[in-house]
Nanobody
């Protein structure tokens, strides 16, 4: 059974940092595109960052560009989201997603992802 388990969320003051982890089990995702999405109360789920299956291409939403970094450790079958200079508007539940098929591209739409984690809450206080 494939599982994606997020961790690292929590409460942080504005300007602080958090590192989210997404550990995959049940199969390897070392060549699969992966992404981080978030959903704030009353808002639609949105892509935060995506990484290609090869790990050499990344995409960031404009709202997080320059502050967040997505990277992967294939030996650990884990993808990370380093979040710096956090703002109250970053408050949301953050979800990890993985595509079933391998590929060198990244994907920006949720419809292209096949596996999802349960989410981890990130709260940024002002």
């Amino acid at each position: 059974q494939v599982q994606l388990v997020e961790s690292g969320g929590g409460l942080v003051e504005a300007g602080g940092s958090l590192r989210l982890s997404c550990a995959a089990s049940g199969r390897t995702f070392s060549t699969n595109p992966m992404g981080w999405f978030r959903q704030a109360p009353g808002k639609e789920r949105e892509l935060v960052a995506a990484i290609s299956g090869s790990g050499d291409s990344t995409y960031y939403a404009d709202s997080v560009k320059g502050r967040f970094t997505i990277f992967r450790d294939n030996a650990k079958n884990t993808v990370y989201l380093q979040m710096n200079s956090l703002k109250p508007q970053d408050t949301a539940v953050y979800y990890c997603a993985a595509r079933a098929a391998s590929g060198r591209a990244y994907y920006t739409r949720s419809m292209y992802y096949d596996y999802w984690g349960q989410g981890t809450q990130v709260t940024v206080s002002s």
